[in-house]
């Protein structure tokens, strides 16, 4: 349902794009065919080309280099009205804002084109309060043989390659700076770029939407946890790190986790803290969902401060 919405919005984006983009061609269409010359000789233009078309039937050679030149000259008149009128050819002709997907979001292989993923994370992130992600390179932090992590790194790639049928929840834990955060934060940009949609926010983000979600009106509100739990990938940096003011945010939470835990919907969640800390901290129904031990995977870093290294 939540991500309904963004599609709808999207949809409406592009056929007011088209909308725009051909008014503009057609708005110069009708300088050129209210110009009376213009007009005379446009008309003279597809006379002499069906004139052309038949005497090529007929294979009347005289005719066909008589029509040749008429035509020339007629284009030429034409060209010399529209540069009077300041008119080229590329201003008749609808001006598209993505050239790969025409502005209908559908490239010609039939998937979404990326402007169309670009516009609806735009709108999720809008509607969120959140700014966009710029996601590290996968592969150049798995190469980095300083970080340690090459191993994990390379079993990670198992999970992106499964994705979305990967093992879920996946818990990565570990100390503060093991390098949990760049881990999902490059996962998280790999499976973006396979087109599926993502959000990652920290365990601070997330508890401000839940606050949104507590002062949007009703109605209203439905569209902050729906599009969390409707994306295809969820990832909670941090858990642990947010305030825990009343019960908003630990119902929410417990609502969110616990529907994509329904729907076998993937989630990764970073975190400092250990299994018995969550469960103290959020209570054993949560912890049990986090720490799913049927569906899930942890992967713990150990190690020292990789921050205090450099
Ligand atoms: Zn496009």
Do not use: W
């Amino acid at each position: 349902m939540g991500y309904e919405k963004f599609y709808s919005a999207a949809e409406a984006h592009y056929s007011k794009l088209r909308r725009e983009n051909s008014a503009k061609a057609d708005y110069y269409l009708g300088i050129l065919h209210s110009d009376e010359k213009y007009l005379s000789a446009y008309n003279a233009y597809n006379a002499a080309r069906f004139d052309l078309f038949k005497a090529k039937r007929d294979g009347s050679t005289a005719k066909i280099a008589e029509l040749n030149e008429k035509i020339e000259a007629l284009k030429s008149e034409m060209r010399r009205i529209k540069a009077e009128k300041k008119i080229d050819d590329g201003m008749l002709l609808p001006h598209y804002s993505c050239a790969y997907c025409k502005d209908t979001g559908v490239t010609s292989d039939g998937k979404f084109c990326s402007c169309y993923k670009k516009f609806v994370q735009g709108e999720v992130l809008r509607t969120l309060g959140l700014t966009e992600r710029v996601y590290p390179d996968y592969d150049d932090l798995a190469k980095e043989s300083e970080n340690r992590l090459d191993a994990i790194y390379e079993k990670m790639r198992n999970y992106i390659e499964k994705f979305p049928n990967s093992k879920s929840p996946l818990v990565i834990s570990g100390e503060v700076g093991v390098g949990k955060s760049m881990l999902a934060l490059s996962t998280a940009g790999k499976i973006a770029e396979k087109g599926y949609n993502v959000i990652f926010l920290t365990a601070y983000e997330l508890h401000a939407v839940f606050l949104k979600y507590a002062s949007a009106p009703f109605g209203e509100k439905d569209v902050y946890v729906e599009t969390l739990t409707d994306c295809d990938l969820l990832v909670i940096d941090d858990l642990g790190c947010e305030p825990l003011l009343g019960n908003v945010s630990l119902q929410c939470l417990y609502g969110v986790i616990n529907e994509r835990s329904a729907n076998s919907k993937p989630f990764i969640i970073t975190t400092n803290l250990t299994g018995d800390m969550i469960a103290e901290r959020y209570g054993e129904v949560l912890f049990s969902r986090i720490f799913n031990k049927r569906s899930g995977v942890e992967i713990r870093i150990s190690g020292k401060d990789l921050r205090l290294k450099k």
